[in-house]
Structure formats: C-alpha cells, structure tokens
C-alpha cells in the first residue's frame, strides 16, 4: 500500500468558504430517501452560508464542492432565501437562525427558523415520498407590519433562480411550497426547481417510517441521540445500498463501516434497507475466494483487514435473526461459505497456534506506519464471533459439516486470544493490541524513512510511538465476548482511560495512542460510543454519561451529525474531515442492544433492559419480524416490586434478563427496576 493512497485533492483554502466541511458553529441536518440526499447546512459563526442546501444523489461520491447546488464562486450562497420589496431585502442573519429535528406524521422534518423585524420565517425540508429524487421546501412567512405588504421571495441554485410574488396581511402565515428535483439530463444529472401546491404525504413514506423502532426516556439527552442517529443513517444510503463511509470524506466503502451500518438498520428497524447492503456486499464485495473489499478494492495477503469478514458474518445473523429473513443466506449461500473459510487458509494461521496473522492493523496502519507481521486482537476477535455466527446459519440451513468446522475454529481462536501461554492478546491483566508473530507484544511502532506523510503528524514527532492503549481492546467488552465485569474487563478499560483527553482539552477518547497517530490528535465519536457500550455492560454509568455528554457538546451535535474526530488536520494532503454514518450505527447499537435490551436468537428472545442512572422511566415500541414489542421501563418504588411482566405472567426481577420462546404476536413488556 503507497502513503498516496490516503492523500487527496480537495484544498478547502481554493474557493468559497462553504466548500468548508468543519466550518465553525456548523451543523448539518440530513434527510434522504435513497434516491436524494440533502443537508441542510446551519452556520452561526457567519463562516459559510448561514442556512444553505446541499443537494447530493446517495450513488454519486465527492467532497461537499460537488453538490448539484454548490456554485464555484458563490457557494451555497444562491440556496438561500431571500426576502424582497422596492425598499430592503432580508436574508438569514447567521446569529438568528435556529433549526431543530421534527416529525411530521413520523416523518423526520428538519425545522429552521430565522427572520427581523418585521417578519418571521419559518422553513420546514423533508422528504414526501420514498420513490422519487425530491425534497419539499415549505416556506411560511409572517408580517407583523400594521399593512397589508407586498414582496418577493427568491432562491435558487447555481443553474436556475426561481422567486415568486406574495402578499402578506398583518400576522397571517402565508406558506408556499418549493419542490427541488433531481432530474436526468445529459450528460448528467441537474436539479430542477418548482413552486407546487401542497404535497401529500405517501402512504408508503408514512409506513416507511412508522414502522421503525421508537423509543422515548424522561432524558431530553437519550431522546435527541436516538433520534438524530435514526433519522439521518438511512437519509445517506442509496436504494441500491451504496454508502459512502465518511461523507465528503473518502468517497469510498468498505465491508466494516457498511456490516456495522447494517445492524444499526436492523436493530432500529431498517429491515429493507439492511437487506439490501447485505445483498449487495455478499454480491459485490466479497470476491469469490472469500476476499472482501476495503476503500473499495481487494488487498494483497498482508494487508487483508480479516475483521471485516467477521463483521459481515455478524451482521448477517443480526439481520436474520431480527427479521425472520433466511432467504438471503440461501441465496449467498457460496458467498457465506468463502467469507467463513478465506481467514482459515494456513497463509493466515500461526504456526504455533490457531490465531491469525498479518501485517495490518484494524486502524488501518501497515508497513508503511511501523506495523510487523503479528496477531491483531480485532482480527481475533471478529472472526471467532463470525465463525459462531455462520455455524449458526449453517445450521438452519442444514450445513452441519460446515458449521462443526467453523465452530471450533472459532472456539480455537478464542482459547488462544485468551488462554495461550506465549500468544494471547492479554498482559499485566488486561487486553493488549497486538503481538508479533514471535509472541513478543509489538508496543511500539517505528517509521519507515523516506515516507511522504505529513511531517507535523504525532508520529514524526520525537520520542517512542506507542500502539497501547486502543480503544478496539474494548470491543470483547462491548460484545460479550468476554464476561464484562470480569478482572480482565476492568483492568482493560483502566488501562483504556489514558484515551481521554490525550492531547486536548473537552473530552472523548482517541482511537488509539496519540503518539503513533499518523494522521491529528482529536476524539474519535465512534470509537468512544465503542467504549461507552463497554461500560453499559460493565454497569459503569457515570462513564457512560461523560461519553454521551461530550457528544453533546461536540460540534455538530445539535444535528447529530458527527465529524469522524476532532482536532487540526493537515489539509491537504489528507482530506477533510467528514461525517461517519457508522457514528449513528454505534448509537443505535448502544439504545437497541444495550439499553433497551431486546435480544433475538432464530427461535428464542432475551429481554434484558437496562435504565442508566439518573433515568426513572422509558418507553419503546420495536420492529422485531413481523410483530412489535412494546417496552414499558420504570424505576421501581421498592425492591420487592421489581420485575418483569410480560403479558400476564409476572416474573421476578434478573438483571440477566429473561429468555422467551419468539412471540408470534405484538407483546407487551413492563419492566420495574430495583
């Protein structure tokens, strides 16, 4: 792999300043339908368009300059409205817009609201339906002039300018409606603007996302979350199920960031949608040896990221098991098959042992940054639980030699990350990253000489380059690979604070070591949501408070639109930082799989809830298959009323949850805490 292979062109100095992505005070609201994707860019600092529109099509990559309503010299300057008469004209002031999250029959609506004397504006942006590439723009005007007053009201794009003429009497709204379409022309797609009358709400959009899982605590904080992260991870994914992995970032799509993605779909209630990534992963991004695709291409042997393997098997028996879907392993049944056996070929095995080798790190790192040849705990990891999970789907579907075989591989990788006397991925009692193919801990990563990477990076600067802490040695933590209030768990996730607050200053965890970062020191929100879902398990709430409230005060949070981290970056020869979707799927995980606790096997469900301290109530109605389960959470007054009533039948309170036979109708749960 070449150093240029992380570098790109975009310069965010040439142009306007709206070609910015991390432009101060931003935030931005995304809503889609497969066929449109649209941010509603909120700037208060006066930086960049104060409130502008990006167009996008969810199959087309690119940096933020190559939206459809992005203007070379203008920016997004042509998208917003503006207010006119004979005398003045108005325009969103950057100090008085104020722009919120709102449904609208279930339908997420993003709100903006800005105006001056003597008027108010209101402008709602949403999706009306889920087959045709467009966004309505309803735009209600208030005078609170003593007169009647006429004026116009114009925007555009940098193709087309669109206004029209209105007559306001004293405080009654006028509201008029703007469609913007995505229209084939050649030799490219354009967008096309037009006033209509008041469109109606599809049914099917309506279905769409009434059907989904919802949730509600008496925490403004936990509402906001879950539902910035469920309104905006499914508005970026194309109807084909393409994805870009770092919005306006990358421009690319790997294996790992998409299986993730997926079970955050399935565990909110996206069946379709996580159908058809999986479909099109197990079709296109898995070759026909087992391979599977990272920044969009196929890697040599030493630099295969073998977790991704396992993730797609886990997301696969996620899905199948929310959904009720086996058709799709049927249909990929090869594909499955070579996904669970290519980490198996001996090129991957320790001789010593049954764990996995490479010269690749989760993180992305390879030769190039200092990584040698050895066993990466995530590897370990992923593949042991994706061998489980594809036994497991064998199993259904009557594959039993090929689920004998990956069973115990799996259980053979496990014993060794753990157990084995030279090689496993354990020291001083807690998780360590990686070890050489020598069983000696790679600690330690040095440069190579003569690399072109940027020379202010922490890993040029003096001084040893440390792989120890990552944030990755929490993931057996997050998914119960390991018991998660064990002595191992504990010491880990000790050993996982020096992650916070490395080299700055508001909080979040680093993905890793700060000094063998080649890329900024800065807080990674993914990466610490992976930590706070550790520490659900482990019953440490007040840890998973501070992760959840440094969220919150992240810029961009009022969206609930990420950056991947935070911190300076050398632009170029990096790209500019972009929004992560995983982001949202790692929320999801954490409210679906964590705190509300909804677990399903094929023929069985563990119900196992957890209410954060602070937390006294909380209500849930999730899609599992064909029927809801409906999810009533309250702090008990006294011990003695704690526990679970489901139907009828009361049992008594476990914090281990309780396992039921798959309900085949809608069911009603309460569940009283001690």
């Known amino acids: 792999m070449e150093a240029e292979e992380h570098f790109y062109t975009d310069d965010p100095a040439i142009g306007p300043p709206d070609g910015r992505t991390t432009l101060k005070d931003v935030n931005y609201f995304f809503i889609g339908n497969g066929w449109i994707t649209a941010a509603v860019q909120i700037c208060s600092s006066g930086q960049g368009t104060p409130l502008g529109l990006i167009l996008m099509h969810p199959e087309m990559f690119g940096p933020k300059r190559r939206a459809f309503t992005f203007d070379s010299q203008a920016g997004l300057s042509q998208t917003s409205l503006r207010i006119i008469s004979p005398d003045w004209e108005l325009i969103p002031d950057a100090h008085q817009v104020e722009a919120r999250w709102e449904d609208r029959n279930a339908i997420p609506v993003v709100h903006a609201e800005w105006g001056g004397p003597p008027f108010t504006i209101s402008e709602r942006f949403y999706c009306p339906d889920i087959e045709r590439p467009r966004i309505i723009r309803e735009i209600c005007l208030t005078s609170h002039w003593n007169e009647p007053v006429s004026l116009r009201i114009q925007t555009g794009s940098p193709a087309q300018t669109i206004e029209k003429q209105l007559t306001l009497t004293p405080n ?8 913007y379409c995505l229209i084939e022309e050649q030799p490219e797609l354009a967008v096309e603007l037009s006033w209509v009358s008041n ?6 959009v309506r279905n769409y996302w009434g059907k989904t899982t919802s949730c509600q605590f008496d925490s403004p904080l936990l509402n906001h979350l879950f539902r910035v992260s469920k309104n905006q991870l499914p508005a970026n994914i194309a109807h084909s199920g393409r994805l870009d992995a770092s919005i306006w970032q990358y421009n690319l799509e790997w294996v790992r960031d998409q299986s993730m993605i997926a079970i955050g779909l399935t565990l909110s209630g996206y069946f379709e949608r996580a159908g058809t990534i999986l479909d099109r992963l197990l079709s296109k991004f898995v070759s026909d040896k087992g391979d599977t695709l990272d920044s969009s291409r196929e890697r040599p042997t030493e630099e295969v990221e073998l977790d991704q393997n ?8 996620t899905y199948v098991d929310w959904s009720g879907d086996l058709s799709i392993v049927e249909r990929h049944w090869e594909k499955v098959r070579v996904t669970a056996e290519f980490p198996l070929q001996p090129v991957f095995r320790h001789p010593d042992t049954a764990l996995l080798h490479n010269q690749r790190e989760y993180w992305e790192r390879h030769a190039l940054h200092g990584i040698e040849d050895g066993m990466e705990l995530a590897y370990q990891l992923f593949v042991s639980m994706g061998l489980l999970c594809a036994a497991d789907l064998a199993e259904r579907l009557g594959h039993e030699a090929e689920a004998k075989r990956w069973r115990s591989a799996a259980e053979e990788i496990k014993h060794a990350m753990l157990s084995d006397p030279h090689y496993a991925l354990i020291h001083d009692g807690h998780f360590i990253k990686r070890r050489r193919v020598n069983g000696e801990i790679q600690n330690e990563v040095h440069l190579k000489n003569e690399t072109p990477l940027p020379k202010d990076s922490p890993l040029f600067q003096p001084g040893k380059h440390y792989l120890n802490p990552d944030s990755s040695a929490v993931l057996p933590i997050a998914f119960e690979f390991i018991d998660p209030t064990s002595d191992l768990a504990k010491k880990t996730l ?17 993905r890793y070591n700060v ?10 929100p993914f990466p610490s949501l992976f930590i706070a879902r550790a520490y659900v398990e482990m019953g440490e709430d007040e840890k998973v408070w501070r992760i959840l409230k440094w969220l919150n005060s992240a810029p961009g949070s009022k969206s609930g639109a990420w950056f991947e981290f935070y911190g300076p970056r050398p632009v170029p020869p990096y790209p500019q930082v972009g929004i992560i979707p995983w982001t949202w799927a790692e929320q ?4 679906v799989h964590h705190i509300l606790g909804i677990r399903p096997a094929w023929d069985k469900l563990l119900i196992r809830p957890r209410l954060l301290s602070g937390v ?7 899609r599992l298959r064909n029927i809801r389960v409906n999810l009533h959470l309250q702090k008990a007054h006294k011990a003695s009323e704690a526990g679970f009533r489901i139907g009828r039948t009361w049992h008594p309170y476990d914090k281990k949850g309780i396992l039921i036979d798959m309900p085949e109708r809608d069911l009603e749960v309460e569940v009283w805490f001690p």
């Open 199 to 204: 469109p109606a709400i599809d049914d099917d």
């Open 310 to 317: 396992g993730e797609l098997l886990l997301a696969l028996r």
């Open 616 to 622: 006294e109530h909380g209500e849930a109605s999730i």
């Open 172 to 179: 009654t709204p006028k509201v008029c409606f703007l469609e």
């Open 588 to 591: 999801l995980i954490l409210f």
């Open 494 to 510: 000790e050993h996982i604070e020096g992650l916070w607050n490395q080299k700055w200053q508001g909080g979040g965890y680093g």
């Open 515 to 524: 000094t063998s970062e080649p890329d900024s020191a800065g807080p990674w």
